[in-house]
């Protein structure tokens, strides 16, 4: 349900001028995409002049990075955690797609900046996005290479097998709407199930 105006005013209006950049910063992004957005287009949104954002943020890319920071870069973290849990490895991997799920949902304008073109971007913003992308694969292919060692599944291929995971999570931010029928948790369930039959085949099939 969509905050009432007057209780979003406030909300924003908190978040200082650097804050309420981001956040416009964010929506616009997510709508028309990092070439699509233009430091204009984010000031006349903001009602402010485009100095003011070149003097927070420097340049378009220098607010996509603090945006990036600010918000996604908390997901290996997050990610790392549930890898470290002692618990079944397949549950443990379940858990961690649903944390990524969840994550994803609640920064759900966020995540879709990382489907950035990193031909639009500086050497040092490619290194950033490149950074970000490489932890969470690198949290995945531990995971999957201990689910391979224990019998669980065959490919040779986890990099391949971690990005057709990803291409479904992404996805997901695309389609998926709250408020539906099946509810969060029910949706969330389906999605992994999905990536588990096509890991594993049936979730009941034993470690060799």
Avoid: C
């Avoid at 402010?48 to 420097?58: P, R, W």
């Avoid at 997050?78 to 443990?92: I, T």
């Avoid at 949902?105 to 995540?111: C, D, G, I, K, W």
């Avoid at 509810?183 to 060799?208: H, P």
């Amino acid at each position: 349900m969509r905050k009432p105006e007057k209780l979003e005013k406030q909300t924003k209006k908190k978040l200082g001028p650097r804050g309420q950049l981001m956040d416009t910063a964010i929506d616009l992004f997510a709508e028309k995409g990092f070439s699509g957005t233009s430091i204009r287009d984010i000031a006349n949104a903001m009602g402010v002049s485009a100095s003011s954002i070149y003097h927070f943020f420097g340049n378009k890319e220098g607010l996509w990075v603090a945006i990036l920071r600010y918000s996604v870069e908390e997901l290996p973290a997050q990610l790392r955690e549930v890898s470290q849990l002692d618990m079944d490895p397949v549950e443990r991997f379940e858990l961690l797609v649903r944390t990524h799920l969840k994550y994803s949902e609640n920064h759900r304008r966020e995540s879709k900046i990382l489907l950035i073109d990193e031909g639009m971007l500086s050497p040092e913003g490619q290194r950033i996005n490149r950074k970000l992308q490489t932890e969470v694969m690198d949290i995945y292919l531990e995971q999957l290479q201990i689910l391979k060692d224990l019998g669980y599944i065959q490919t040779p291929h986890l990099k391949v097998a971690a990005f057709n995971i990803f291409g479904v999570l992404n996805w997901v931010l695309r389609w998926y709407r709250p408020g539906g029928k099946l509810g969060e948790a029910a949706t969330y369930d389906e999605v992994i199930n999905f990536i588990m039959q096509g890991l594993i085949g049936s979730r009941d099939r034993k470690a060799k």
